[in-house]
């Protein structure tokens, strides 16, 4: 539970002071807010399905293991 709240208060720590300093800065990073948002959102979802998909062949191998 620590880890979940350590991650979200980095991220809110990213989101109001390292973000809109890239989207001043006149950077090849200057996008809206929204655009970092919804990156982070698809990168944290793609994550949870690689994770997914690993537990799921763990799973899968120790049945075959214990049938053997």
Do not use: C, N
């Not at 929204?34 to 191998?61: H, N, Q």
């Amino acid at each position: 539970m620590s880890r979940i709240f350590a991650l979200s208060l980095a991220l809110a720590a990213w989101l109001t002071t390292i973000a809109p300093a890239l989207a001043d800065a006149h950077s090849r990073y200057s996008v809206p807010l929204w655009t970092w948002i919804a990156a982070i959102i698809v990168a944290i979802g793609l994550s949870l399905v690689g994770l997914l998909i690993g537990w799921w062949f763990l799973r899968k191998r120790s049945r075959v293991d214990a049938e053997q």
